[in-house]
C-alpha cells in the first residue's frame, strides 16, 4: 500500500505576524520592542505558515497513491493546540530497551481554545511557482504565555483502500478538552449497523443455494454401495473434515465447489432414452439443483459439464464476492447443520481467545490501513522581528541553533514570529515487505506432489496484519481499553512469488506498542494472502486450494525473539520526541518495519482465515529480526514448527 521515509517530513511551522511595521530590536523583551497592535489582552493575532521543508523531496510514502516521487499529497484534519508547559510523554524513565519503569500516565488539560486549520491541498506545495515550501494562515490568535504546541494532520482519505483511512476526534468542538479526549480511529470496512449488509445476504444466499444442491432428491439416501463417488462427494460437502465442518463460500469458492460436483454427476445422468436409475436419479437432481441459480452446466462439445456463471440477474454481480466490498475471500465460512440439514453463513463469527476457542477470524474486525498522518509535540520559538520571507533552506529545525539566533521560547506580546522547533514527524508506522520462494518447486500436503511456481503463479493480493487496537491517544499510542482488530490491506499491484525477491510493497500502521518493557511487547501475527494462478489445484493444511483461489500463509513477528534481533538505532534525538522511547516492538511510529516473506512449502496453506491472535495457528516459520530505522524481519512462510 504505502511507503513512508523515516524523518522525511522535515519541516515545522512558522507563525508570521500580520503587523505592518518592523520590530525596532531583535529581543524578546518587552521593554525593546512595541506590542503586538493586536493583542487583546490574551492573545496575539499571527499570520503564520506550515512550512513542509525538504532538501531533495517533500512527504514521501508509495509511488502513485503515497508521497513517493516528491510529491505531497496534501494535509486535512489539521490542529495546533497551545500549551504552556509542554505535555510530557509517557516513556520508561531509564530510557532503556528493557527499562521498568514506567512514568505515571498523566492527562493535560488544553490552557486555550484548539486551532483548527484549514486543509493544504496538494498544489499549494508542489505547484507553487516561487518554490515555496509553506502555507500561509492569517489572523490566527496565539495566546499569550505559550510556549509548546501539539500539532496533527492526516493526508488524503478520498480513496480507502488505497490511501487508508482514519477517524479523527473533532477535538476543537468539545469544551474543556483534555489529551485524553483526543483519539485516532481504524476505519472498519463492514459495519454491523445495518449500512453494509450484502455481506451476510450473499454469504446466505450462497448457504442456501448449496442446502438446496445437498439436498437434492435421493443424494442423502445414496450408499456407498450405490456409488462410492457421489457418495463421498456429499460427506465432504457438508463435513469438509480438514477444517471442522467449516468452509469458506467466496465465489470463487462457490464455483469450484460446484464444479467439483457436477463432474462427478454429469456424466452419470440419466441419458436421453435411458433408463432411470437410482445413481442417474441423484445425478439428474444435483444438475438440476445447481442450474436453479447461479450456474449454467454447459452442453457445447469439448466443454461438456462445465459450470460458468450465469449472463442475467444478480449473477453479474456477484462474481468476485467478497473481493468487490475488499472483504477477504477467506473470511467468508459456512458450516453445515447437522441438526436442520442446511449449510449456515457465519456472519458474526467470534473473535475467540487467545487459547483458540474460536479459531476464525471476525470479519467485522478487518478495517483499512492507516491513511498519512503527522504529529508534533514541540517547544516553540519566537521573536519581535517580522519574518517577511520565511527562511526555507532551514530544512533540518531541530539541528537550528535557535537561541543564537535570538529567539526567545514564549508568545509575548511583542512577538511577531514564532516557529515550532521540532520537526513534523509520522504518526503512523510503516511496514515493508518482500516476498520470495525458496525453490521454483513447492510441495502441498498431498503425497509428493510438486507445484510449479512460475512467473506469475501466485500474485500476491492482500496482507492482513493482527495486532492492532482501534485507536489510539493524543500520542498515537493504542488505548489500552482500545478494541482488536485486523488490518486488511488489499492494494498490492504487481507483486509476484518468485525465486527472486519481489518489490517491496506498504502498509501504514499503528504503533504497536503495549504497556511495559520489551519483554511485555506482543508478537504480531500476519497472513499474506496470495492467488492459485499455477492452473493446479494443491492440497493446504485446511482443505484444497483450487486453480484460481486465493490462500493464506502466517507468519510471526516476535520482537522479543532470544537470536537473530538487533536493537533499534534510536536516533539522536529528544526522547519525547518519541513516546515510549527505547522500547522496541514490532512496529514504531515514524519507524519503517522490514519483513522477507520466503516461502518454503504450501503445506501450511490456509484456506479460511484464522483468527490471528490465536497461540495455535500452524506458522510454519523461522524469523531473522533486524532493527534498523524500525524492525526489520526475514521470515520463511511454510516450514515446520513441532
Known amino acids: 500500500m504505502k511507503k513512508i521515509n523515516h524523518y522525511v517530513l522535515n519541516g515545522a511551522i512558522a507563525l508570521l505576524s500580520t503587523a505592518g511595521f518592523v520590530a525596532c530590536s531583535s529581543s524578546d523583551d518587552v521593554t525593546d520592542a512595541p506590542v503586538n497592535p493586536t493583542y487583546d489582552g490574551k492573545s496575539v493575532k499571527t499570520q503564520f505558515a506550515i512550512n513542509i ?331 519581535n522581528e517580522e519574518v517577511s520571507t520565511w527562511p526555507t533552506q532551514y530544512s533540518s529545525w531541530e539541528s537550528y541553533d535557535w537561541t543564537t539566533q535570538g529567539w526567545g521560547q514564549e508568545v509575548l506580546v511583542t512577538t511577531r514570529s514564532i516557529a515550532l522547533q521540532n520537526n513534523i514527524q509520522y504518526g503512523v508506522a510503516q511496514l515493508e515487505a518482500t516476498v520470495i520462494a525458496a525453490s521454483n518447486l513447492l510441495n502441498d500436503n498431498s503425497d509428493n506432489n510438486m507445484v510449479s511456481v512460475t512467473a506469475n503463479a501466485f500474485p500476491v493480493k492482500g496482507i492482513l496484519i493482527g495486532g492492532q487496537k482501534s485507536d489510539v491517544n493524543w500520542e498515537y499510542l493504542p488505548n489500552t481499553s482500545a478494541s482488536d482488530k485486523v488490518v486488511y490491506d488489499s492494494d498490492i499491484n504487481n507483486i509476484n512469488l518468485t525465486t527472486t525477491e519481489s518489490s517491496p510493497f506498504y502498509t501504514l500502521l499503528f504503533d504497536s506498542y503495549t504497556t511495559g518493557p520489551i519483554a511485555n511487547q506482543n508478537t504480531i501475527r500476519i497472513a499474506l494472502e496470495l492467488e492459485n494462478n499455477s492452473g493446479a489445484d494443491f492440497k493446504g493444511i485446511d482443505g484444497v486450494v483450487a486453480a484460481g483461489q486465493r490462500f493464506y500463509l502466517l507468519a510471526e513477528l516476535d520482537p522479543k525473539a532470544s537470536s537473530g534481533v538487533t536493537a533499534i538505532s534510536w536516533p539522536n534525538t529528544n526522547p519525547n520526541r518519541f513516546p515510549q522511547f527505547g522500547i522496541g516492538r514490532t512496529f514504531v511510529q515514524d519507524f519503517k518495519t522490514k519483513v522477507k516473506f520466503t516461502v518454503r512449502t504450501l503445506k501450511n496453506a490456509y484456506v479460511t482465515i484464522p483468527d490471528l491472535r490465536s497461540i495455535k495457528l500452524k506458522l510454519g516459520l523461522s524469523v531473522d529480526l533486524q532493527w534498523q530505522s524500525g524492525l526489520t524481519f526475514d521470515v520463511p512462510l511454510g516450514g515446520t514448527i513441532n
Open 53 to 383: 521543508a525538504n532538501e531533495s523531496s517533500k512527504t514521501r510514502m508509495t509511488a502513485e497513491n503515497t508521497q513517493n516521487s516528491s510529491n505531497f499529497l496534501g494535509m486535512g484534519n489539521i490542529y495546533l493546540i497551545p500549551f504552556v508547559e509542554i505535555p510530557t510523554e509517557s516513556k520508561y524513565v531509564d530510557g532503556a530497551q528493557t527499562g521498568s519503569t514506567p512514568e505515571t500516565s498523566k492527562e493535560y488539560t488544553f490552557p486555550s481554545d484548539v486551532l483548527k486549520l484549514a486543509a493544504i491541498s496538494n498544489s499549494e506545495i508542489d505547484n507553487s511557482t516561487d518554490n515555496k515550501n509553506y502555507k500561509i494562515y492569517n489572523d490566527v490568535s496565539i495566546p499569550v504565555g505559550t510556549k509548546n504546541f501539539l500539532f496533527y494532520g492526516t493526508g488524503p482519505m478520498t480513496d480507502k483502500v488505497k490511501n487508508g483511512a482514519l477517524t479523527v476526534t473533532d477535538i476543537s468542538s468539545t469544551s474543556g478538552n483534555t489529551t485524553n479526549k483526543i483519539k485516532f480511529s481504524l476505519v472498519d470496512i463492514a459495519t454491523t449497523d445495518g449500512a453494509n449488509n450484502t455481506l451476510t445476504t450473499v454469504s446466505g444466499d450462497f448457504a442456501a443455494y448449496l442446502t438446496t444442491i445437498a439436498n437434492a432428491t435421493g443424494w442423502a439416501e445414496l450408499t456407498s454401495n450405490d456409488d462410492a463417488t457421489l457418495y463421498q462427494a456429499r460427506t465432504n460437502l457438508i463435513t469438509n473434515p480438514s477444517n471442522g465442518g467449516v468452509r469458506g463460500v467466496s465465489a470463487i469458492a462457490l464455483k469450484q465447489i460446484v464444479q467439483d460436483i457436477v463432474t462427478l454427476a454429469y456424466p452419470k445422468q440419466t441419458p436421453n432414452g435411458g433408463t432411470e436409475t437410482t445413481v442417474s436419479k441423484v445425478a439428474d437432481a444435483i444438475c438440476t439443483a445447481v442450474k436453479a441459480k447461479y450456474f449454467d452446466i454447459s452442453e457445447t462439445a469439448g466443454s461438456k459439464g462445465k459450470v460458468d456463471w450465469k449472463s442475467t440477474g444478480v449473477e453479474k454481480t456477484i462474481k468476485t464476492f467478497p473481493r468487490d466490498l475488499n472483504i477477504p475471500d477467506g473470511a467468508m465460512l459456512m458450516t453445515w447443520n447437522n441438526t436442520e440439514n442446511k449449510f449456515e453463513a457465519t456472519a458474526n463469527p467470534s473473535m475467540g481467545t487467545t487459547t483458540g476457542s474460536s479459531p476464525f477470524i471476525n470479519f467485522y474486525n478487518l478495517t483499512y490501513p492507516a491513511c498519512i498522518a503527522y504529529r508534533a509535540n514541540t517547544p516553540l520559538a519566537a521573536k
